[in-house]
């Protein structure tokens, strides 16, 4: 069973090729990681906020989080090949699926906050409102998490590795997103819980990506590298600047909150476009496929091929 | 979630069929026998009408097409190798084989040339049908589905070109389609947008006919048949090649217990698979689905709790 062929360690490939294709998705995708995770989070932050009597909160985290879950759908339509088809998305229902997951989630979770956010202001049909406002409330965490899933779901290294985090860090990201828009549109005397959330979701955030990057070893380095490299600074920078603001003078100045909460949620954009990018460029290089199955198949062996029996 | 059970070696959905379903079929392709004359890349595309692509001069040896993709259903690989076809890997040339060596056959060095040997691989790859198929698995609108006869094909009418089954192959084997814009021809004038790969002939079968490539190949390399019975026979394949010494032979995708359930169409390879741009030791991925939706929804519940907690203490 010994390796006839292997001549030390060094990697072998095909002219260097990648073996397995990098998504087609373009800049809709990333985009609406970070608005779907909006809708789904600014979907909590309004029940919760109508729950401790803050209605000036629970209103705007309404309205934002309708606004997002109307924009997520045709960002997603927008990056179809056949966008008249995007129905077909709804003809089955498929665990095995986390597109198919996701769509049903984003249809039950856009569709609630849609009619809360409209009965809300035609200030008409309370009973109804407080229904739909708890389903989106219910749906929201699922949309802001379930895209950790879809990403890890494939073969890209850098995604199906980080498959234990992603979701994590999307639910952070998610957090600290749905604080900061709410921070942004809230007078910074009723915007404190939105502050606390913008301020810890950056922070668990960072602290879930930094663990993530550590835990994959040195496929991790993707993560640090090209363009996933430039938008990780730019997260890492806007985020952190952001938070502090909200944290040191959102309370007092609206001006600063208005501008923290702004750079929190271009922070939070740019780390979902570092995850986006991080996925195409372990795709992209045949080494971060075949060093680690070729490592796999080194410890304890593989059924993918079948060696003559020498003995 | 029996769907994402992986023990069966049976394809998913395949069982569904009942009276209709069929015998399971697949190609068993040996690259020992393969001359690299690309009759199944054109059979192929001739008779699924697949637009032109490659033709570009790569400079990989005689490879025009480089991978598979959404126009290139068969891409036959061209690897140049200086050590022998059959016989001793790392020896010196000038020292003649040792008496008794099993391994040094009166083939293995041909003509006895000096350390000069050179062997050239070729391999027709194609879409591997696997048992447990992550395209098909990960497809949201159902447009990929298991036939009758146990393989894997995309309906056209069904697609919307959501791309999510393109990552999910462990081998790169579709793409979404992208022509060349051509507005003398109104059929190509605008963007397909939608996801292609082999169909194993699916029409073809239904007519009770041998796939294209496969009946175009002139030297057998590429063999249709029974899956079963396509498995005997490069058993003994193998074992033909390994007591005649031939270097680095072995099956790809034969074995049922493998990361994708065994393949619908497997390989004899001179090399280890990644010599062939082959992934070493693929896995379907959603193998981990079940605790991915789990770890999910525990991160869902956090960030429900997490959010809750910001209106718990603290100043307003």
């Not at chain 1, 002219?15 to 600014?42: H, Q």
């Not at chain 1, 494939?154 to 604080?179: D, K, N, Q, Y």
Request: glycine residues 12%; aromatic residues 8%.
């Amino acid at each position: 069973m010994s390796s006839v062929t292997a001549t030390g360690t060094e990697m072998r490939s095909y002219y260097g090729r990648p073996v397995i294709k990098e998504p087609t998705w373009t800049w809709e995708i990333p985009t609406y990681f970070f608005t779907g995770g909006l809708a789904g989070a600014s979907s909590v932050l309004s029940t919760s906020a109508r729950l401790a009597g803050n209605e000036k909160l629970a209103r705007t985290a309404l309205y934002l989080g309708a606004a997002a879950d109307l924009v997520s759908p045709a960002l997603l339509i927008s990056d179809l090949g056949r966008p008249e088809r995007f129905h077909h998305m709804l003809r089955v229902v498929k665990a095995t699926s986390p597109m198919n997951v996701g769509s049903w989630v984003l249809l039950v979770s856009g569709g609630a906050s849609g009619t809360a956010a409209l009965l809300e202001l035609a200030g008409r049909l309370k009973p109804v409102k407080v229904l739909a406002g708890a389903v989106a409330t219910l749906a929201g965490p699922a949309l802001a998490t379930y895209t950790g899933v879809l990403v890890a779901d494939t073969a890209v290294p850098a995604w199906h590795e980080a498959r234990r985090e992603l979701p994590w860090i999307f639910a952070a990201s998610a957090a600290a997103s749905a604080g900061a828009a709410a921070s942004v549109f809230v007078h910074p005397r009723e915007a404190g819980p939105a502050r606390r959330l913008a301020v810890a979701g950056v922070l668990a955030e960072g602290a879930l990506m930094q663990a993530m990057e550590l835990r994959l070893g040195k496929l991790g380095e993707v993560y640090r590298q090209g363009g996933a490299a430039r938008f990780s600074w730019a997260a890492k920078g806007l985020g952190a600047a952001g938070a502090a603001l909200l944290a040191r003078r959102g309370r007092k100045s609206r001006a600063a909150a208005v501008l923290g909460g702004t750079l929190v949620c271009a922070g939070e954009l740019c780390l979902r476009w570092t995850v986006f990018k991080a996925g195409f460029q372990s795709a992209r290089d045949p080494k971060y496929v075949i060093e680690s199955q070729r490592q796999r198949v080194e410890r304890g062996g593989t059924k993918a091929t079948t060696k003559p029996d020498t003995t | 979630m029996s769907v994402l059970e992986q023990t069966s070696v049976h394809p998913d959905g395949w069982e569904s069929y009942g009276d209709e379903q069929q015998e399971r079929v697949g190609f068993f392709t040996d690259t020992s026998v393969c001359i690299g004359c690309k009759a199944c890349e054109v059979a192929c595309k001739e008779w699924n009408l697949i637009p032109a692509d490659g033709g570009a001069w790569t400079g990989e040896s005689y490879d025009h097409t480089s991978h598979l993709g959404a126009n290139t259903w068969r891409h036959v690989a061209f690897v140049e190798q200086e050590k022998p076809l059959v016989g001793l890997l790392e020896a010196p040339a000038a020292k003649p084989p040792a008496p008794g060596d099993k391994t040094a056959l009166p083939s293995a060095a041909p003509g006895g040339n000096g350390g000069t040997a050179l062997r050239w691989l070729m391999e027709s790859d194609v879409c591997k049908h696997c048992t447990h198929a992550a395209c098909l698995d990960v497809c949201p609108t159902g447009a990929l589905f298991r036939t009758e006869f146990g393989t894997v094909v995309v309906q056209q009418d069904i697609c919307n070109g959501c791309g999510y089954c393109v990552p999910a192959c462990p081998f790169g084997v579709l793409d979404k389609r992208h022509l060349a814009p051509a507005p003398d021809l109104p059929a190509f004038a605008k963007e397909d947008g939608r996801v292609w790969k082999c169909t194993l002939c699916y029409d073809r079968l239904k007519g009770g006919h041998e796939p294209a490539c496969a009946k175009a190949c002139p030297t057998k390399s590429i063999q249709f048949g029974p899956l079963d019975e396509l498995r005997e026979r490069a058993d003994a394949r193998l074992e033909k090649l390994s007591a005649e010494g031939w270097n680095g032979a072995q099956l790809y995708g034969r074995d049922p217990e493998d990361g994708v359930g065994g393949f619908g169409a497997f390989f004899l390879l001179l090399d280890d698979p990644e010599v062939y741009g082959l992934p070493p030791d693929p896995v379907v991925t959603t193998r981990d689905l079940p605790q991915m939706w789990t770890n999910m929804l525990a991160a869902a519940g956090a960030l429900l709790v997490g959010v809750a907690a910001a209106f718990v203490g603290g100043r307003s």
